[in-house]
């Protein structure tokens, strides 16, 4: 079974850190575009980060850029949002996405559960 499971999601004070993980399985996502969206309450899921299935390029949300950073392992199965200097507007579920379009955010087909994060002022 192809799945996405999302893990690291938490409460945190405004300021802290977070890092969230995705693990791929059931096939290889090696080839594959790997990202991360959010939904807060209230609102549609929008575009978090994404990066390209050799690691190669990035691409951010404007309201993260600078403070969020998305990476890979090595075996490429596994996703990272290593997520810095976190505001309350940041609380969200967080969805990790394979296929993720880079130059256009528009999201794949394969979704993860979701993991809530939750950043008090």
């Known amino acids: 079974q192809v799945q996405l499971v999302e893990s690291g999601g938490g409460l945190v004070q405004a300021g802290g850190s977070l890092r969230l993980s995705c693990a791929a399985s059931?096939?290889?996502?090696?080839?594959?575009?790997m990202g991360w969206f959010r939904q807060a309450p209230g609102k549609e899921r929008e575009f978090v980060a994404a990066?390209?299935?050799?690691?190669?390029?990035?691409s951010y949300a404007d309201s993260v850029k600078g403070r969020f950073t998305v990476s890979r392992g090595n075996a490429k199965n596994t996703a990272y949002l290593q997520m810095n200097s976190l505001k309350p507007e940041d609380t969200a579920v967080y969805y990790c996405?394979?296929?993720?379009?880079?130059?256009?955010?528009?999201?794949?087909?394969?979704w993860g559960q979701g993991t809530q994060v939750t950043v008090s002022s």
């Open positions: 996405n394979a296929g993720v379009n880079i130059g256009t955010m528009k999201e794949g087909g394969l």
């Open positions: 059931g096939r290889t996502f090696s080839s594959i575009n």
């Open positions: 990066i390209r299935w050799s690691g190669g390029s990035t």
